[in-house]
Antibody, heavy 121, light 110 residues
């Protein structure tokens, strides 16, 4: 069974940094693209970033470009996102999601249970 | 990019069919066959129901079907069941390695 377990969320001040992790199991992690998608409290979904199976290709939403960095460690079956210069509008549940192929495509299945990031002073 | 436009709510009785629309532009929905649909129950993670406009992942009932015409994509749920009550989100590739989501539709089974 595919499992994705996010961690690293919490309360951070505006301008601060946070690194989220997503531990994957139940599938060949190095064979699949991965993504991060977020959902502000009571709001809809927003795609954040994606990465190919090797990590050679990375993709970002305009809203986080230059502030967030996605990466992966295939030896540890773990996906990361480094979030810098955080703003109040980055407050959301962050989901890690698996792609269906090695290359990145804009669909994601399954998703982890999410980790909450709150940006507030 | 602007969010795709979905009706805030939809409803139907058990056994009936309901269709949820998702309207974008020629830069997203109309420009690519890269539309997907997600189901989200309260407090749960989203689940992929349809991808590449019409394809169903393994395990998704064939009661769920997708289509697209011009700049509008649609999700049809046939033979409504109580467990289909959830929020549904559409998404589309929007060029330049970007993805845009709709605002979501709350489906109520009467």
């Amino acid at each position: 069974e595919v499992q994705l377990l996010e961690s690293g969320g919490g309360l951070v001040q505006p301008g601060g940094s946070l690194r989220l992790s997503c531990a994957a199991s139940g599938f060949s992690f190095s064979g699949y693209a991965m993504s991060w998608v977020r959902q502000a409290p009571g709001k809809g979904l927003e795609w954040v970033s994606g990465i190919s199976n090797t990590g050679d290709s990375t993709y970002y939403a305009d809203s986080v470009k230059g502030r967030f960095t996605i990466s992966r460690d295939n030896s540890k079956n773990t996906l990361y996102v480094q979030m810098d210069s955080l703003r109040a509008e980055d407050t959301a549940v962050y989901y890690c999601a698996k792609g269906l192929t090695s290359g990145w495509y804009p669909w994601f299945d399954p998703w982890g249970q999410g980790t909450l990031v709150t940006v507030s002073s | 990019q602007s969010a795709l436009t979905q009706p805030p709510s939809a409803s139907g009785s058990p056994g009936q069919s309901v269709t949820i629309s998702c309207t974008g532009t020629s830069s997203d929905v109309g420009g690519y066959n890269y539309v997907s649909w997600y189901q989200q129950h309260p407090g749960k993670a989203p689940k992929l129901m349809i991808y590449e406009v019409i394809k169903r992942p393994s395990g998704v009932p064939d009661r769920f079907s997708g289509s697209k015409s011009g700049n509008t994509a649609s999700l049809t749920v046939s033979g409504l069941q109580a467990e289909d009550e959830a929020d549904y989100y559409c998404s589309s590739y929007a060029g330049n390695n970007n993805v845009v989501f709709g605002g979501g539709t709350k489906l109520t089974v009467l």
